[in-house]
């Protein structure tokens, strides 16, 4: 007999073990509790992944499928994916494994010895619903003493021909981001995002997840994502007819109690199967087009697909295992209680920590420059942060959670990822966001125990770490303007900064 293992996150018809679905026996799903709290997941992450993983098997049922479906509170539940092949052979005389390989390091390192210890061939193959295979991406790496983002995205561009005029780009330019970094405008108002009720089969799971995980971070309730591909392409669709037009302008801006803005909220249906890169794109694509969204928020948007997307799974596969164990900066300091329960008088990072516990999201720049530079700035343990993202958010697995964590905002593998670290004062975030309106701490002062932490911390980073940071190119102006300040003033920086982490530890409040 025959089976092929389809694991939360590969829940697409077209995905490569389920390629040749005339010659499987049974389809195995299985909901476990390794899987669920290798870390602890958001609750509604887990609510999110278990009742789309319950939809995926009934449509492959519907098609005539024998499934053999593992539900988290089966008493027979053996609790992870292994021992579950292990009782299924015994239970039904599998011979044969068939699995597309694993989106993480741990879970693949583990099924590669499952041939030998379990002891029936295993058929892994490639997870070709990524538009570079590793092949690809090594091929591209090689020779390279840099690897940025925005070479390999010409390079996919081109070979996608994704918004091409003949070999060059349309519009004349690779990258329009210089356009998409407008301050929210006053009043601004955000359509609201994709929302469906639940099912029966989302409320069953709501109650399971409200019984056995009750120490996990997070809100169940309300629960309006899409679980099923139908729902998924729905909120696609939504997206590229209300937002995508705005995307680009207002990209990285943040607006207290808008928590969607003009993004598009589709990264948890792509990370688990429910919609494939390519047709995201060219949905996209197409509305610009027809006219639809202008070329600056069209390319923004496949920008983030087509290049970073792939991009960091690169190199996630390119630097794991050891990538995970750098640190950079040595950062070392605890993750503050705030980040599970919002009590921390930053507004900012207030906004941020609830909205991403009611929603299992936060958009890109809410999780870059507010609780990431936070991170960078007070020197956070990497491991610590790479744990909190890799929980919190519905579409965090670690291959894309990693370098976007490690890499991008904590500068933890010393610049692979990022040329510079992306350390900011208050004064981005005022620029960026209505945040600092209803804050207790003023934003326009530099020191003392009124002054927006974020602007000293900054200067204190830079004096930290800069016999790390000081050759970096990039930095040279901050370095200049850090050597100017005078000894009083640097005493000052220093001493805030010191005052307000030793808070951070002691206190329950910062
Ligand atoms: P949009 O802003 O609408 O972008 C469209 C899509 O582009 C996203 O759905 C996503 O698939 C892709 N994308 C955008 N930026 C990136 C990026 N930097 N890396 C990879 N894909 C990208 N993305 C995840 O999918 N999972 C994560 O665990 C994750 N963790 C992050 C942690 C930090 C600290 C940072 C700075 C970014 C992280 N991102 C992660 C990238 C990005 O923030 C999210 O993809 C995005 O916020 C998801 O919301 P959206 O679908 O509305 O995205
Ligand atoms: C994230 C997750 C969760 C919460 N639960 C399950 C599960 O019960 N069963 C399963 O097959 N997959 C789950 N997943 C997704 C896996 O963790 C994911 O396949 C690996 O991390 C590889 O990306
Ligand atoms: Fe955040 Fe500082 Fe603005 Fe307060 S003043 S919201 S801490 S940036």
């Known amino acids: 007999m ?23 026996d049974t389809v195995m799903m299985c909901e476990v ?12 992450k887990i609510t999110f992944l278990f009742s ?28 992870s994916l292994r021992a579950e092949v292990v009782r299924a052979i015994q239970e039904i005389g599998v011979t044969e494994l068939v699995v597309t390989e694993p989106g993480e390091y741990r879970l693949l390192d583990e ?25 690809d991406f090594k091929d591209w790496a090689t020779g390279r003493k840099q690897l940025r983002m925005e070479y390999f995205y010409r390079e996919m561009r081109q070979r996608y021909s994704v918004l091409m005029d003949h070999n060059g780009p349309i519009g004349g330019q690779w ?38 995980f009750t120490d996990h971070f997070g809100d169940i309730d309300p ?29 990285d801006a943040m607006v207290q109690g808008e928590p969607w803005m003009f993004h598009s909220h589709i990264g948890l249906y792509l990370n688990c199967g429910l919609l494939v890169p390519l047709e995201c794109i060219e949905a996209a694509e197409s509305a610009y087009h ?22 960091v799974r690169g190199i996630y596969w390119l630097k794991m295992p050891a990538y995970k164990d750098t640190n950079f900066l040595e950062a070392k300091r605890a993750l503050p209680q705030f980040y599970w329960d919002a009590q921390t008088n930053m507004n900012c990072l207030r906004q941020c920590v609830l909205e991403t516990k009611r929603n299992a999201y936060a958009h890109h720049i809410q999780r870059l420059m507010v609780l990431g530079n936070f991170a960078l700035l007070a020197g956070l343990d990497p491991a610590e942060v790479n744990e909190w993202y890799l929980l919190v958010y519905a579409d965090a697995y670690e291959w894309v959670e ?63 770490n800069q016999t790390k940071l000081r050759g970096n190119p990039r930095m040279g102006f901050m370095f200049k303007t850090l050597d100017r300040m005078g000894d009083a003033k640097r005493t000052a920086i220093q001493e805030d900064a010191r005052r307000f982490l030793c808070t951070l530890e002691n206190a329950d409040q910062a």
């Open 111 to 135: 099924m590669k010895q499952w041939e030998s210890s379990i002891g029936i061939p295993v058929d892994m193959r490639p997870d070709d619903r990524f538009l570079a295979s590793h092949e």
């Open 402 to 464: 990693l370098p976007n964590v490690h890499g991008m905002v904590l500068f933890a593998d010393g610049g692979v990822l990022a040329s510079k670290p992306y350390a900011a004062s208050g004064s981005y975030i005022k620029k960026m966001s209505n945040y600092c309106d209803s804050c207790s701490y003023k934003v326009s002062l530099k020191n003392g125990p009124k002054a927006c932490p974020f602007n000293y911390l900054y200067w204190d980073f830079l004096d930290r």
């Open 2 to 24: 025959k089976i092929c293992l389809v694991l939360g996150d590969q829940l697409s018809h077209g995905i490569s073990s389920l390629g040749d679905l005339a010659s499987i």
């Open 33 to 44: 509790r390794a899987e669920a709290t290798y870390v602890k997941h958001h609750k509604k």
């Open 290 to 311: 027809k006219g639809h969204a202008p070329l600056n928020a069209v390319e923004g948007f496949i920008r983030q697909i087509l290049g970073w997307r792939e991009y």
């Open 223 to 251: 629960f309006h994502y899409a679980v099923t591909r139908e729902g998924a392409l729905d909120a696609l669709a939504l997206f590229v007819r209300e937002r995508l037009e705005h995307f680009g302008d207002y990209q």
């Open 52 to 79: 789309a993983m319950r939809h995926f098997a009934q449509e492959l049922a519907q098609k005539g499928v024998t499934v053999r479906y593992v539900r988290y509170d089966d008493p027979e539940n053996q609790g």
């Open 175 to 212: 990258n329009f981001d210089a356009e998409n970094r407008k301050p929210p405008q006053k009043g601004m108002q955000v359509d609201p995002t994709y929302a469906t009720e639940p099912d029966e089969i989302t409320l069953d799971v709501m109650s399971l997840v409200a019984t056995h």
